[in-house]
């Protein structure tokens, strides 16, 4: 199985901050990385996807990189629309998400 | 628009059955991969399975000696069993669409909660 850990778990920050969130993958996964967003009894957003690829109509603040086993998240301005909780997902061999990563109020 | 509903019983007694269908509306349901993922309360997300229209199916291995997802294409349905359920499978149950060739889940369905009682 590929394990994927997220971290930090828990990020306080405000409204114009620079976020990053970091994902690890157990194995490489070349470039098959997801990212999703959720909030509170809503389903999952789909964000980014092959590690650095913007989902259409997702904002341009958002931006991933990294291949490999390492990969990051980051919110360029955090806006107020962005608090919530974040995934990371590898697609490589079956599917695995990390543990979430909840970007709360500073 | 690909939208996804979840339907089925929200309550299933221990060792019982889960049974879960999925309706797919604005789009072909032959034009993507059929995924079932579940996140218990407060917790995270896990992937269960996926089907194609053809009937070929991936499943979690954790998983995998009690999940059977079917597809019935006339109804533009998918479904999902989870046999000799308990407490830790309770979770709310998403569906959703995986375009072919990727492995990331574009479209979901809101989500329906099952809670498995004693």
């Known amino acids: 199985d590929i394990q994927m850990t997220q971290s930090p778990s828990t990020l306080s920050a405000s409204v114009g901050d620079r976020v990053t969130i970091t994902c690890r993958a157990s194995q490489s996964i070349s470039s098959w990385l997801a990212w999703y967003q959720q909030k509170p009894g809503k389903a999952p957003k789909l964000l980014i996807y092959?590690?650095?690829s913007l989902e259409s109509g997702v904002p341009s603040r958002f931006s991933g990189s990294g291949s490999g086993t390492e990969f990051t998240l980051t919110i360029s301005s955090l806006q107020p629309d962005d608090f919530a909780t974040y995934y990371c997902?590898?697609?490589?061999?079956?599917?695995?998400f990390g543990q979430g990563t909840k970007v709360e109020v500073k | 628009q690909v939208q996804l509903q979840e339907s089925g019983p929200g309550l299933v007694k221990a060792s019982e059955t889960l049974s879960l269908t999925c309706t797919v509306s604005?789009?072909?349901?032959?034009?993507?991969?059929w995924n079932w993922i579940r996140q218990p309360p407060g917790k995270g997300l896990e992937w269960i399975g996926y089907i194609y229209y053809s009937g070929s199916t991936n499943y979690n291995p954790s998983l995998e000696s009690r999940v059977t997802i079917s597809i019935d294409t006339s109804k533009n349905q998918f479904s999902l069993k989870l046999s000799s359920v308990t407490a830790a499978d309770t979770a709310v149950y998403y569906c959703a669409g995986t375009t072919p060739g990727a492995g990331y889940f574009d479209y979901w369905g809101q989500g329906a909660l099952v809670t498995v009682s004693s």
């Open positions: 604005g789009g072909s349901i032959s034009s993507y991969y």
């Open positions: 092959k590690a650095s």
């Open positions: 997902q590898q697609y490589n061999r079956y599917r695995t």
